[in-house]
């Protein structure tokens, strides 16, 4: 079986979060093996504060990588892929643009009115992560 191992990361990987020495380090990661990374880039209408560090991190390991928006319910899908764009177009990344797709009250028309519209500021088709209970729930 072929096996590729990549992992997410955010604030929540970092010093930042809280809890001692859980600072998440590429360039270990690439000596076991990881060969690409989703970075977390912004969660509802907020920047995550580590992805700056991270993307510089990850480019300078030389490992693959690309970014992510959670999406949270309570804003629009506009202000939300604004953001998400505004964050991660100046980047060099090398995997497509991810929603990840976790809270409840995201709908199918948010979804698609999303992915719609980083596809066409992108250039690029996204990644949609969430998992087969989730997707079959949304309406």
Do not use: C
């Given at each position: 079986?072929?096996e590729?191992l990549g992992v997410?990361?955010s ?6 979060a809280?809890a001692?020495?859980r ?8 000596e076991?093996?990881?060969q690409?990374?989703?970075?977390k880039?912004s969660?509802?209408k ?5 992805v700056?560090k991270f993307?510089k991190?990850?480019?300078d390991?030389?490992?693959?990588h690309g ?5 949270r ?5 506009v202000?939300q892929a604004?953001l998400f ?5 100046d980047?060099?990344?090398?995997l ?11 709908g199918?028309?948010?979804t698609k009115a999303?992915?719609g519209r980083?596809e066409s500021?992108a250039?690029?088709?996204?990644i ?9 729930s949304?309406n």
């Amino acid at each position: 079986m072929y096996e590729v191992l990549g992992v997410d990361v955010s604030l929540w990987n970092t010093d930042s979060a809280y809890a001692a020495k859980r600072w998440f380090d590429p360039f270990i990661a690439k000596e076991k093996g990881v060969q690409f990374a989703f970075i977390k880039a912004s969660e509802g209408k907020a920047k995550d504060p580590q992805v700056d560090k991270f993307a510089k991190l990850f480019a300078d390991a030389g490992i693959p990588h690309g970014f992510y928006h959670f999406a949270r319910p309570e804003w629009s899908y506009v202000d939300q892929a604004n953001l998400f764009w505004s964050i991660i177009k100046d980047f060099d990344w090398s995997l497509p643009p991810v929603l990840d797709l976790e809270r409840e009250g995201v709908g199918l028309s948010f979804t698609k009115a999303f992915l719609g519209r980083i596809e066409s500021k992108a250039n690029v088709k996204p990644i949609l992560y969430t998992s087969p209970s989730f997707w079959t729930s949304l309406n």
